[in-house]
């Protein structure tokens, strides 16, 4: 059982900057990805970036070029920088982390901090 805690929310002005961060209880160097959602309120989670064990990246199209997803496996921690945030970034961020086992995906979730930004 892994445990995810995320920190770094919080309330920041439109063009501000935020960064997230997760811990993992686990070790993620035998992640097959960990990633970064948002969840709204009254919509549906949605993926923001996701970074794969050889390091890959992908980002939302909403986000790209403003946030850099990032991993440090010797620490077991997973960062989100988030740069010009805008009032649409406002969510829940919840931390994932995806285990491979065989043809078998395995997901994990934090409880997600709260990203407040004021226009």
């Known amino acids: 059982q892994v445990q995810l805690v995320e920190s770094g929310g919080g309330l920041v002005q439109a063009g501000g900057s935020l960064r997230l961060s997760c811990a993992a209880s686990g070790n993620i160097s035998s992640t097959n990805a960990m990633a970064w959602y948002h969840q709204a309120q009254g919509k549906q989670r949605e993926l923001v970036a996701r970074i794969t064990s050889d390091g890959s990246t992908t980002y939302a199209d909403p986000v790209k070029g403003r946030f850099t997803i990032s991993r440090d496996n010797a620490k077991n921690m997973m960062y989100l920088q988030m740069n010009s945030l805008k009032p649409e970034d406002a969510a829940v961020y919840l931390c994932?982390?995806?285990?491979?086992?065989?043809?078998?995906?395995?997901?994990?979730w934090g409880q997600g901090t709260q990203v407040t930004v004021s226009s």
């Open positions: 994932n982390a995806e285990y491979r086992i065989g043809t078998v995906s395995l997901h994990y």
